[in-house]
C-alpha cells in the first residue's frame, strides 16, 4: 500500500467525516484526486463503512462489562445463543474466542441491577454460566489501525 494511501486510512480513521478538501490539504493532494483515491480505497475493500460513534453515557448507559458465557454442558445450538444475544439492545458486540468461554460480549447498561437481569436473562435462556469484568475507566479505546506510515 502506498505512504498515501495509508495516510487518507489514517486521517479518516480519526476522522472518518473529513472533506475530501481537507484530505488533500493533508496528503497534498488535489480535491478530486483525493476523491479518487477515497473511493478506490472502499472498491478495495479497506473502507468498509462511515459510522457515528455515540456516547452511551449520554443515553443513561454509563457501565460497560465484559461478560464471558461459558456453556454448562454440550452446546447443541451454538446459533441459538448468538441470536439471543443479538437482539439484547444491552449487547454491544460478541466474539466467538477460544479458551475457558465460547464468547466474550460487551454490554453497556446504566445500573449494577441493569447488569444482574442481563445476566439472569442470558443465564436462564440458556443453559450457560457467566463471568463478568465491569469497566472502572477507559484509557484509550478503538485505536485505528493504520497510523502515519513512516516517510523515508
Known amino acids: 500500500m502506498e505512504s498515501t494511501d495509508q495516510k487518507i486510512l489514517a486521517l479518516l480513521s480519526r ?3 473529513m472533506s475530501f478538501t481537507d484530505i488533500g490539504r493533508e496528503t497534498g493532494l488535489s480535491t478530486s484526486a483525493a476523491q479518487q483515491r477515497v473511493r478506490r480505497l472502499e472498491q478495495r475493500g479497506f473502507i468498509t463503512g462511515y459510522r457515528a460513534r455515540i456516547d452511551g453515557k449520554a443515553l443513561g448507559r454509563s457501565l460497560v462489562a465484559f461478560i464471558k458465557i461459558m456453556p454448562l454442558g454440550q452446546l447443541t445450538d451454538d446459533s441459538r445463543i448468538v441470536e439471543l444475544l443479538e437482539q439484547m439492545p444491552e449487547i454491544t458486540s460478541c466474539y466467538s474466542v477460544a479458551g475457558d468461554a465460547s464468547y466474550l460480549c460487551r454490554a453497556e447498561i446504566g445500573t449494577p441491577e441493569e447488569l444482574d437481569g442481563l445476566l439472569t436473562r442470558i443465564r436462564l435462556a440458556q443453559s450457560v454460566a457467566t463471568s ?3 469497566v472502572l475507566r ?4 478503538d485505536k485505528p489501525l493504520v497510523d502515519w506510515p513512516d516517510e523515508p
Open 15 to 17: 476522522e472518518g467525516r
Open 132 to 134: 463478568t469484568t465491569v
Open 138 to 141: 477507559t484509557m484509550f479505546a
